[in-house]
């Protein structure tokens, strides 16, 4: 399997236990909103080296120059992240919410703090991306504010004066100056073995830590006379207030980025959250730049090595249109030569052009595996046609393994036309707030997706197939006088005499009605069409039932403008408002012409299973 359940734990969906992906020729049907987005960037995350489609995933620069445009290759994405990112750099501000509170409004005042200050100041971004808060909370607290401006300033220098290193490994626990005077206590001037650690540096110890005591005073003694300069405390109160920083800076193992890190949160600790939260997002943001150049430089030279063979193939499908392709090596670009100005050219001509170039680039690849979303987004029906073809006709006849997400139905019927057998089918349906794929298993070599393929395989025990029987024979046996139109409409209460099925029947499932929940697409689709035809009973039934005299009009919305038409025949005020109704009119299937019941099959798999449970919840609270 390429996806189960465990896959979709850190995101918003949330799937059945036993949800999962196979590793096959698959179509997956589901409404928008259930979760075919998520789950392709799941796939796309959990398999880079797959191939993948989406018209949301890889929107190329399309940039139009008279009768030419030109195709800047994966670009809109990435910069649109770097436009996020700009978003996040201004809206923390580092520069005015942290280093002008601290009186830096300059590169050169940062450089005075120290190098790495003056870095930060330059480079927001970086100073965000190496924010560390461990040593924040440390210099919130420290109210000295002497001191701490002389820590803040001076940091590198005070870490200088704490020795390091393998020679003053067993002396650091104790004051360095102390050290020195007992190690020339121990030593004369012709030791070169250090009675420390044993190692023999032919020359002379006490010189080698004399020079070390040197460096020490030579330190101190700066640092002093730069806090003298600041304060008026004498000489001894001075070296205890440095003995003091100093223990502080060893202690917690402050330097200048801790410093640096400090004055960019401006002496306000929310600021700390702030900037952990941005450095998480610009990291994020980073990684998907990087991610998406790399896709950029794998397609264009995938792209280039086999240009001759996609442009032989673009130049085939559009010679008719008089449309040529070229490709740029310097800026990564394929250049489109049209036969008329490309303002003329609409943009789903454009995309397709787009569609195409990614879907010849994969077929010429060594990749096994496609991802695609929602490829026949915004075309007409013989451009799906085409577009199906394509991907088919290319992929699945070269070995490739597609697997594609779509809300379309039309997808799954011309798919299964041109292709019979080479796929299975799922649908995606949310009950219980949890996503389900249900198998499609209708079998045929047409139209997968149609309402007398359904009743066939709805079991006969089930009550929903003999309703939908009598939606199909409804339709078969049109005409305006069918009494077929009396049962699934309300004017009044009628049975069917040849079934005994009444109108009531239809009403009673809307009243009675808690919930769907059932482990077959065929009995749930089913279950859908009949209550979409129930709830626009029930609705004709509730208006009738609180008019006076008869409401005119056969269909659903001709009596809801009748109704809110007549105010003086309501017998009482319901409180509904017209648009509450009318917005629903055509989901609910108000027409009686021929074959006017794959509207409600169609809505059926538009909707999840949820979104039903909801509406028939809500337009009974409405009536309520």
């Not at 992906?21 to 797959?50: M, Q, R």
Request: aromatic content about 10%; hydrophobic content about 35%; some cysteine.
């Amino acid at each position: 399997m390429l996806v189960e359940a465990n896959d979709f734990s850190a995101s918003h969906i949330k799937v059945n236990n036993n949800f999962i992906i196979n590793d096959e020729n698959a179509i997956y049907l589901g409404p928008n909103g259930i979760g075919k987005t998520t789950t392709y960037n799941i796939l796309k995350k959990k398999y880079p080296s797959f191939g993948f489609f989406s018209y949301d995933d890889c929107k190329e620069k399309i940039t139009k120059e008279k009768k030419k445009i030109r195709i800047d290759i994966r670009t809109v994405d990435i910069e649109k992240l770097k436009q996020d990112k700009e978003d996040i750099l201004n809206s923390v501000d580092i520069k005015n919410n942290g280093f002008k509170v601290n009186g830096i409004s300059s590169s050169t005042k940062a450089g005075e703090y120290s190098n790495y200050c003056k870095e930060a100041y330059n480079n927001a971004e970086t100073a965000i991306i190496n924010f560390d808060d461990k040593n924040c909370h440390l210099l919130l607290n420290y109210e000295q504010s002497d001191k701490k401006d002389f820590l803040f300033q001076n940091v590198e220098e005070i870490n200088q004066l704490i020795l390091k290193g393998n020679e003053v490994n067993d002396i650091k626990n104790k004051y360095i100056l102390e050290a020195f005077d007992l190690l020339e206590k121990a030593l004369d001037d012709f030791d070169t073995i250090c009675p420390l650690c044993g190692f023999n540096h032919n020359t002379s110890i006490l010189g080698i830590y004399s020079n070390k005591r040197k460096e020490y005073d030579d330190k101190l003694n700066k640092l002093i006379d730069r806090y003298r300069k600041e304060s008026k405390k004498g000489k001894y109160e001075i070296e205890e207030d440095i003995k003091e920083l100093i223990k502080i800076v060893k202690d917690n193992k402050l330097d200048d980025k801790d410093i640096t890190n400090y004055i960019i949160i401006g002496n306000n600790e929310n600021n700390v959250i702030t900037i952990n939260e941005a450095k998480k997002k610009i990291i994020e943001i980073n990684e998907k730049i990087e991610t998406l150049e790399q896709e950029r430089k794998d397609f264009f030279n995938n792209l280039l090595t086999n240009w001759n063979k996609i442009e032989k193939d673009l130049k085939d499908v559009f010679k008719e249109k008089g449309i040529t392709f070229s490709i740029n090596e310097e800026d990564k670009s394929i250049i489109v030569n049209l036969k008329r100005e490309a303002s003329t050219y609409s943009s789903g001509e454009l995309n397709y052009i787009v569609f195409l170039i990614n879907i010849l680039e994969f077929e010429y690849s060594n990749r096994k595996n496609i991802i695609i979303d929602d490829p026949l987004s915004s075309y007409d029906i013989k451009k799906q046609y085409e577009i199906v073809f394509d991907i088919f006709s290319r992929l699945i006849d070269s070995g490739k393994m597609v697997i594609a997400l779509t809300h379309n139905i039309n997808f799954v019927n011309i798919a299964n036309s041109q292709y019979p057998n080479k796929f299975n089918y799922y649908f995606l349906d949310s009950i219980d707030s949890k996503v389900t794929a249900f198998k499609i298993n209708i079998e045929t070599d047409g139209s997968v997706l149609n309402i007398e393929d359904l009743a066939k395989k709805i079991p006969d025990s089930e009550i929903e197939k003999k309703w939908i029987e009598l939606l199909i024979e409804k339709d078969l046996k049109w005409e305006e006088t069918c009494v077929r139109h009396k049962l699934f409409h309300y004017d009044e209460e009628y049975t069917d005499p040849n079934t005994g099925y009444s109108n009531l029947d239809l009403v009673k499932m809307i009243d009675k009605f808690s919930d769907i929940k059932e482990n077959s697409f065929e009995i749930m689709s089913g279950k859908k069409i009949i209550y979409l035809t129930a709830m626009r009973v029930w609705i004709e039934k509730k208006l009738t039932d609180n008019y006076i005299g008869k409401l005119n009009g056969n269909q659903l919305f001709p009596k809801i403008k009748n109704y809110f038409k007549n105010p003086d025949k309501w017998e009482k005020d319901l409180g509904i408002k017209k648009e509450d109704l009318t917005r629903r009119k055509v989901l609910l299937n108000q027409n009686d012409h021929y074959k006017s019941q794959i509207i409600p099959f169609q809505y059926a798999l538009s909707i999840s299973t949820d979104e039903l449970v909801n509406d028939i919840s809500s337009i009974k609270v409405l009536f309520e």
